[in-house]
């Protein structure tokens, strides 16, 4: 296929370009040239199709030094800016994936910038201390100043780590050091404990386990990945605990025709997530804690009801289990709350909520009586990054001074309905689009047609992910305003409009 | 006790303050008063106890959001230079335990003050990629002249990561990969594989095992902690695998001196790993990989000889088992060698290393037919991060131009024979002295007496860490030449002869 040049006036040669689409159909934002965004590009411009020949050469040299077979395409990351990633070979795309939703407010947002070329910071950024043991002075005003001006309710405390896959493991430590403790009361570790922990056995090494969901994931390192079940390519041939796997609902989309199939759907599994508490206390593989998404991602944008996560949560302090929301990926304001979970509406939503991504940094939140009772109980070298803490400052900043968890629900609003419409009128390319804020998705008819609906958008200049096995989730960064979803639906009908 | 007052001319103020010693047994350098790194103090400069009162404020405050009784005291990175951590007390400390053996050559280097000064490397520490798929232009170029410009012998491959516990997760996933598809042959995996797999049982799931040693340390995540023998706090309450554990040789040292019976040490401890292999494939818990330091560290400093590992490395081959080499700790220059192993002289040494601390991000290179078969395989969000690798790149060059792995040997030989005069002089205090460059350490008779003279000497202005049970480990930077082991010779001398 031919590649499509768009130019700066890219309204103009979308229009040029378009075959089939009536004038009425198009998605006309008065702001779709301006850029609302200062730091932002005013559309995506084309140059070769993706990836292009530099990539081409690149994926080529570093395939020598490590599998590059997932490489998408290289980045010019000097030159990419708020909502557009340039690549190599020159073009820029309207990018709705940041990085696997990594990107919190664009690419070189000017706040950063200034940050880094502060003198006065250049330290944080050189000097990388073990925190556990050497902080710097400001690591707590630090962590006040953004952490903590966000925390969850009633989890007043927090642990940083450097990855989403090591928040996840140490949340799960906590729960079992927090179940264990209950369980002693008041007496301490017997010598038996001791000893036997340090050869792998119990009574030292209890046989607890974490309940999960199929089609969950928590990350991929072996004690997330016993938790983990989107995918057999994670998981094949890598050694396992068994532990309970509950079915998440399998709802039909849009939720609000779909009342009562996906009342009962609910019902079913939160059935089985009670049955399988019983059964794993019984065959002594005690449930020591529920670790669940309020968004399936990785697993295929799966959604449940707020209803849903409110009778889950309880039941988890029913049977004495911690509850940990996993926002590795919903977390940060895309769903139109700074965290997913705040949409269920509870006074008590979670005893751990964990973090990566957007956030900069990986750690978890929690409840003061989840609390290690001791020192170095969980601990690494890095625990996280200071420099992380000082950005991550600035973003959430720029996140509440610029009203960016609204701004989600507005440009998510404009993007769901899009995607709604396009829905109709391509009912045989698309179908359950469903969504909160911008975190939006839609299924295609299969992987195959998935896959070259992204290729096919990428090529007409925007940016999209896959998740499960045949969806297209929506993950820009947090500046990504009406506008952009507008010009994204543009370029979108005509993709799905030449589809073949 | 009251503390000691060190002024710039430290040398001075020790001679005045020292109480016993004769004038014969200082550690006189020429160089001691000389600032051979430019960006170097000169000296301690103590002001008051450790921590102090700036210290103990802060961590107050910081107990309030999370455990904050590992914390020493809180640092001011700004005024820190080279070996020297300045608190925020005021206080500088000649540092031998770098931010636990983390920082490479030293603190606020000019080399990173500029990188982090050009503005064309603002972007880097602005955007973190999703490596695995959208990585920058310049990511091979930058492995290549960082990493890969060390890599140990035969292992041409390279996967970065964000910590040490995530590299050695991911490098045991990699071996768990690799045994498999070795059993497979050229089948692909089976149906019954890719749905086993999904909930968490075998076949998809095979009960493979990693051997490891007691006393080993390799991170303190799920799978990681399942090799992990090193003290019952980081095990205790944690499920794990029943994977085998063999003893690891405990020496006597001076290694020269007792020759014989530690071989005899080492053939029992290797006997064992044999009997191990066979005795878990019997159970079924085959042994895919055996994962090992070359200088036990955390579990405190346990030494064992080339011959040792030259043994070990053949029964893994024999046995078909992958032979993991974790450099988290040794690698990086401080054993007078890059990498640790390649004291061993072997021309095949291992089959893959793994590293992180120094070398300021997580990974490991492998071997070609270690790599794994498809994308996504070994995969996480962020794999690392460019600035590091940026950062590193700078770091071995300093390292390249300035001979600091030589640098290692000569200070090392300083700091050793200091240590084993000392150790003669005070045997009531000090035993064991061992090490290989400036990775030094010594025994003192208990636990209470080691944490007292790590304090004490901190109160006279030096940094110390402690390993195992009861040893000091001597963990400085690369920048740490013979006069700061002379300084740091008598300050120690004064703290043995005032202890009590």
Same mark, same amino acid.
């Given at each position: 296929m031919s590649y499509l040049l768009l130019t700066q006036q890219v309204m103009f040669a979308l229009k040029q370009s378009s075959r089939i689409v009536a004038p009425g159909c198009r998605y006309v934002s008065q702001a779709a040239a301006k850029t609302a965004v200062d730091f932002d590009y005013d559309g995506p411009l084309m140059k070769t199709e993706v990836p292009g020949p530099r990539s081409r050469e690149l994926m080529k040299q570093l395939n020598e030094i490590q599998n590059a077979d997932a490489v998408h395409f290289f980045c010019n990351?000097?030159?990419?800016?708020?909502?557009?990633?340039?690549?190599?070979?020159?073009?820029?795309?309207?990018? #709705?994936?940041? %990085?696997?939703?990594?990107?919190?407010?664009?690419? *070189?947002? &000017? @706040? !950063?910038?200034? #940050?880094?070329? %502060?003198?006065?910071?250049?330290?944080?950024?050189? *000097?990388? &201390? @073990? !925190?556990?043991? #050497?902080?710097?002075?400001?690591?707590?005003?630090?962590?006040?100043?953004?952490?903590?001006?966000?925390?969850?309710?009633?989890?007043?405390?927090?642990?940083?780590?450097?990855?989403?896959?090591?928040?996840?493991?140490?949340?799960?430590?906590?729960?079992?050091?927090?179940?264990?403790?209950?369980?002693?009361?008041?007496?301490?570790?017997?010598?038996?404990?001791?000893?036997?922990?340090?050869?792998?056995?119990?009574?030292?090494?209890?046989?607890?386990?974490?309940?999960?969901?199929?089609?969950?994931?928590?990350?991929?390192?072996?004690?997330?990945?016993?938790?983990?079940?989107?995918?057999?390519?994670?998981?094949?041939?890598?050694?396992?605990?068994?532990?309970?796997?509950?079915?998440?609902?399998?709802?039909?989309?849009?939720?609000?025709?779909?009342?009562?199939?996906?009342?009962?759907?609910?019902?079913?599994?939160?059935?089985?997530?009670?049955?399988?508490?019983?059964?794993?206390?019984?065959?002594?593989?005690?449930?020591?804690?529920?670790?669940?998404?309020?968004?399936?991602?990785?697993?295929?944008?799966?959604?449940?009801?707020?209803?849903?996560?409110r009778k889950l949560r309880n039941i988890a302090r029913k049977h004495g289990c911690a509850f940990l929301v996993d926002e590795v990926q919903t977390g940060g304001g895309a769903t139109g709350k700074f965290w997913a979970h705040e949409h269920w509406g509870m006074e008590d939503p979670a005893d751990i909520v964990s973090f990566s991504k957007k956030m900069m940094i990986g750690g978890f939140f929690h409840k003061n009586e989840f609390r290690p009772d001791a020192p170095f109980r969980i601990f690494n070298t890095w625990l996280g990054e200071p420099s992380k803490n000082l950005m991550l400052r600035e973003v959430i900043d720029v996140i509440k001074k610029e009203g960016l968890v609204n701004n989600a629900v507005q440009a998510g609003k404009v993007l769901h309905r899009g995607l709604l419409e396009l829905q109709a009128r391509y009912p045989h390319l698309m179908s359950s689009t469903r969504g909160q804020g911008t975190f939006c998705s839609f299924d295609a008819p299969d992987d195959a047609i998935r896959n070259k609906l992204i290729i096919q958008a990428r090529n007409k200049g925007v940016v999209l992910g896959g998740c499960g096995e045949r969806s297209i989730r929506f993950r820009p960064t947090l500046v990504f305003k009406d506008h952009h979803a507008n010009l994204f639906l543009n370029i979108f009908n005509d993709v799905l409009a030449d589809f073949k």
């Open positions: 990351y000097e030159e990419s800016r708020g909502n557009y990633l340039v690549d190599v070979d020159g073009n820029r795309m309207l990018d #709705l994936y940041s %990085q696997i939703s990594s990107i919190p407010i664009g690419y *070189n947002h &000017p @706040a !950063l910038v200034k #940050l880094l070329q %502060q003198p006065q910071n250049l330290s944080t950024f050189i *000097n990388r &201390p @073990a !925190l556990g043991i #050497l902080p710097p002075e400001n690591f707590t005003k630090k962590l006040k100043e953004s952490l903590l001006s966000v925390a969850p309710k009633g989890l007043n405390q927090i642990i940083t780590m450097s990855c989403g896959s090591c928040s996840n493991e140490n949340a799960f430590k906590l729960i079992f050091l927090w179940y264990r403790n209950k369980e002693r009361g008041n007496s301490s570790a017997s010598k038996e404990e001791l000893e036997t922990c340090m050869i792998n056995q119990p009574p030292g090494c209890p046989d607890y386990s974490i309940l999960s969901f199929m089609g969950g994931f928590h990350g991929r390192t072996l004690g997330c990945l016993a938790a983990t079940h989107s995918k057999p390519i994670h998981k094949l041939d890598i050694p396992t605990f068994d532990w309970p796997i509950a079915p998440f609902p399998r709802l039909k989309y849009p939720l609000d025709e779909f009342v009562k199939e996906n009342e009962q759907e609910e019902a079913r599994c939160l059935e089985e997530v009670e049955d399988l508490i019983v059964k794993y206390r019984k065959k002594k593989r005690t449930v020591a804690g529920i670790i669940v998404e309020p968004i399936q991602s990785e697993g295929g944008d799966n959604h449940a009801s707020n209803d849903f996560f």
